[in-house]
Every structure is written in C-alpha cells, then in structure tokens.
C-alpha cells in the first residue's frame, strides 16, 4: 500500500485514490490535502526545484569602455562606405557576413511602389542590400594608452606630523586673526569723524552750493502787450499795499532760492 501511495500523484489530492482524477488538480491549492509533518504548498504547487533559476540568460561579455562607446554591435553604416542592390544568388553569399541595410531597403521598395507587408516580404526575398564598410579613418580610432600609465588625480602630499604637534597652524591662524583685526581698527579710526563734524551728502552740498551763488535778477514773465498796458486788475484781495509788497517780497525769495520751493 506505501508503494502504491508513493507512485500515485493523486494521494493528496481532494478525491485521493478514487473518484475523478484530473491533471488540473495537481496545480490547484483548493484540490490539494495538508500532508503530515510538512508546510502546505499555497503558491508553490509548481515549483521546479531550488536548482531552477528565474529569468532569462545573461550571456557573459568581455566588452570594454571603448567598445561601450562605439556601439560596434548596431549595423551602423560607416562613412565612405557602399550599398549594392543585386539579386544574383552569387554575390548573396559573398556579401552574406555584412548587415543588412534596412533603410535603404525601404526606401527602394517605396520608390517602385510596394506599400503593403507582403510586397515588402516579397521585394526583401528577391533583392538584397548590403553595406560594405570603406576604409575607417584614424580618427575615430581609440588611442591606446601605455601600460604603464597612471590615471586619477594625484594624492595630496601628507601633512607633516612635527608642525602638528607644535601647534604650528594653530599659531598661523591666530596671528593671521590679529592682522586682520589691527587692521579694522586702523580703518575705523581714519573713517572716524572729529567732534562738531558731519559726512557731507547730496543735501548739503547742494545747499552750500546755492549759497555760495551770487543773487540773480528775477525778469518779469512775458505777458501780451495789451493785458500788461491797457487792462488792469479788478480784484486786489490783499488788506493794504503792505501786506501785497510783503507776499511779492517772499514770492521772490522762494523763486531765488532753489531748496526752499515745496514737494508736490
């Protein structure tokens, strides 16, 4: 009986030796009995084994930088190179190890008036076009650098270990501290400014400039001839002639002197 309990597949399973007994029930976690002494197998029904490994081939490369840069892999047509369109079988297998130029391909298909998918297949299986590389010129060539060469920055030189001990930057730094605060001070004493004195500004030079300007003689405004001679005033709003002189006699100070008028 454990012989035939170990061949049968089905021993675990929900109808076990007898009843219906179908493949699908050998994946399905519903269909499957708990065996004794073990984990169930929810998710793991199919598992192949430990030594299978997941996902697809990685194939190992021995590829450089400079192969990495160049892209020597893609069908890239070189400049100076040469297309040929032929249909004879003979020079199909000359030409067979160079890549297909599929641009051109297109390009001479569209011209003779094949659109569809099976007019490309068809045009692709009776002609052919290669490219064959012209001479490379040197100066894409990588440069092959010599064995020997180092690459990198270079290393800073190591600090010596008898001016740390001394406290010899700490004594630099402090000596350059005290330069630096002298010479703030000396700066601050010459910009001081002696008792009773004060920065000149805009303001002020402006003032002394209007000063120090000899008074000039105010020309009346021009008026037409016939208000200045034979039309006079009718309204005179001032109390008596000396209140009038009083208000022309500061009209004339503020016209003369510039820092006087108002801000409007």
Not at 73 to 90: E, H, I, M, R
Not at 154 to 176: A, F, G, M, N
Not at 250 to 262: V, W
């Amino acid at each position: 009986m454990s012989v035939a309990n170990n061949q049968c597949p089905f021993q675990y399973t929900a109808t076990g030796f007898l009843g219906e007994q179908r493949g699908t029930m050998l994946g399905n976690g519903l269909h499957l009995r708990d065996e004794l002494g073990k984990s169930k197998k929810h998710g793991y029904v199919n598992y192949p084994g430990p030594a299978f490994c997941y996902g697809q081939p990685n194939p190992q490369r021995v590829v450089g930088v400079a192969e990495t840069l160049r892209w020597t892999d893609a069908p890239v047509t070189p400049p100076g190179s040469k297309q040929l369109l032929f249909q004879d079988a003979g020079k199909k297998d000359e030409l067979a190890n160079y890549p297909r130029d599929f641009v051109r391909l297109n390009r001479e298909a569209v011209g003779r008036g094949l659109f569809t998918s099976r007019q490309q297949s068809d045009f692709r299986a009776n002609n052919d076009l290669r490219v064959i590389p012209g001479p490379r010129s040197r100066r894409n060539t990588p440069s092959v650098p010599p064995p020997d060469m180092v690459f990198g920055y270079p290393v800073r030189p190591s600090t010596p270990i008898h001016l740390l001990i001394e406290h010899k930057y700490q004594d630099e730094w402090l000596d350059q501290q005290r330069r630096i605060q002298l010479a703030r001070v000396k700066k601050a004493q010459v910009q001081k400014l002696p008792a009773g004195a004060y920065h000149e500004n805009h303001t002020s030079r402006l003032r002394n400039y209007v000063n120090s300007q000899p008074p000039s003689d105010q020309r009346p405004l021009w008026k037409m001839t016939r208000f200045s001679k034979s039309i006079q005033g009718h309204l005179d709003t001032f109390r008596s002639s000396d209140e009038r002189h009083r208000a022309y006699k500061q009209h004339i100070d503020a016209q003369s002197n510039i820092l006087a008028r108002p801000v409007y």
